[in-house]
C-alpha cells in the first residue's frame, strides 16, 4: 500500500510560531522606516517653502500673510509647485482643509506683535522669536500640535503663538532620539531648524 505523508500539527505550530516571530521583528522595523520617512519628508517640505518663502518676500516685499499661509506661494506666481504640501502626520479624515496642512505664523504681520510676545528663545543665544520671521509647524507622529487643545487640532494664528510661546521651553519640540513616535511637533524658522534646544541650526 501507498502511504500518504503530511505535515504533523507540531510542525505546522513550529511554521506558524516562526512566522509569527519574524513578523514580530519586521512590523516595528516598518513602521519606524515609515515614521522616519515622513520626518524626511516635512524637512525636505520646510526647505522648499523656505526657499519659496524668501522669492515670495523678495517680490512682494513681504512673507505671506497668516490668513493665506502658504496657498499664497502658489498663487497667482508659483513660488511652489508640488502644491498642495500637506502634514504627513495630519489626521487625513479631518473636514477642515486648515488642519490638513502646515501650521504657519508669520511674526512680521503688521499687527502681529500687538498680540504676540517676541521671547528670547533659551539656547539660541540671544534668538529673539521675532528675528525668525515665520513659522512652521508639522505636528509630528503624535499627530498634534503640542500646545493646543488635543481635541480641536485647529491651526490658528492664537493656537500657534501658543505653541512658539511653550516651544521656547523646548518641551514641545520632536526629538528622534527618545524614539520615532515621541511627542512634539517639527518647527522651522527662516532661521532654520529648531531643535529642542531651540539652537537654530
Sequence with gaps: MKTMSAFTLIELLIVVAIIAVLAAIAVPNFLEAQTRAKISRVKGDFATIATAMES????????????????????????????????????????????????????????????????????????????????????????????????????????????????ATGDYVYDPTNGTASEGDVPRTRKGELTRALAPM
Design 56 to 167: 515670495y518676500c523678495v517680490d512682494s516685499g513681504h512673507y505671506p500673510t497668516n490668513g493665506r499661509s502658504v496657498v499664497a506661494l502658489s498663487t497667482p506666481l508659483a513660488y511652489v509647485t508640488t502644491t498642495p504640501l500637506w502634514d504627513p502626520f495630519a489626521p487625513t479624515t479631518d473636514p477642515d482643509v486648515n488642519a490638513s496642512g502646515y501650521g504657519y505664523m508669520n511674526f512680521w504681520e503688521p499687527g502681529a506683535s500687538e498680540f504676540f510676545v517676541f521671547p528670547v528663545l533659551p539656547g539660541a543665544a540671544g534668538l529673539a522669536v521675532k528675528d525668525c520671521a515665520w513659522l512652521l509647524v508639522s505636528r509630528g507622529p503624535d499627530g498634534f500640535l503640542e500646545s493646543q487643545d488635543k481635541a480641536t487640532r485647529a491651526f490658528t494664528p492664537e493656537t500657534i503663538r501658543a505653541a512658539v510661546l511653550e516651544m
